[in-house]
Nanobody
Framework: QVQLVESGGGLVQPGGSLKLSCAAS????????MGWYRQAPGKQRELVAD???????NYLDSVKGRFTISRDNAKNTVYLQMNSLKPEDTAVYYC?????????WGQGTQVTVSS
């Protein structure tokens, strides 16, 4: 049974930082590309950042220079370090795991940026 469990969300003031984690089980983690998506109320889900099995990264333009995605294959975990957070970063953040036709999603974690 595949599970992706996100953690680390919460309420933070503008300019603050959070680090999200996504722990995977039931897959051979090192083979999978991993991604972080977000969905704000009334908006479509969008890709925030992803990282290939070879650790190549890609970022949404609006988060470049503020967010960093990384992975630890020994811990089967992908991270999203979020700095200089803005109110427009408020959303539910989801991680996904992709390999060929296989795709799995986590349940999401809420990030709220507000003073």
């Amino acid at each position: 049974q595949v599970q992706l469990v996100e953690s680390g969300g919460g309420l933070v003031q503008p300019g603050g930082s959070l680090k999200l984690s996504c722990a995977a089980s039931g897959i051979i983690f090192r083979f999978y590309a991993m991604g972080w998506y977000r969905q704000a109320p009334g908006k479509q889900r969008e890709l925030v950042a992803d990282i290939t099995s070879g650790a190549l990264t890609n970022y949404l333009d609006s988060v470049k220079g503020r967010f960093t995605i990384s992975r630890d294959n020994a811990k089967n975990t992908v991270y999203l370090q979020m700095n200089s957070l803005k109110p427009e970063d408020t959303a539910v953040y989801y991680c996904d795991a992709r390999l060929l036709e296989r795709r799995y999603w986590g349940q999401g974690t809420q990030v709220t940026v507000s003073s």
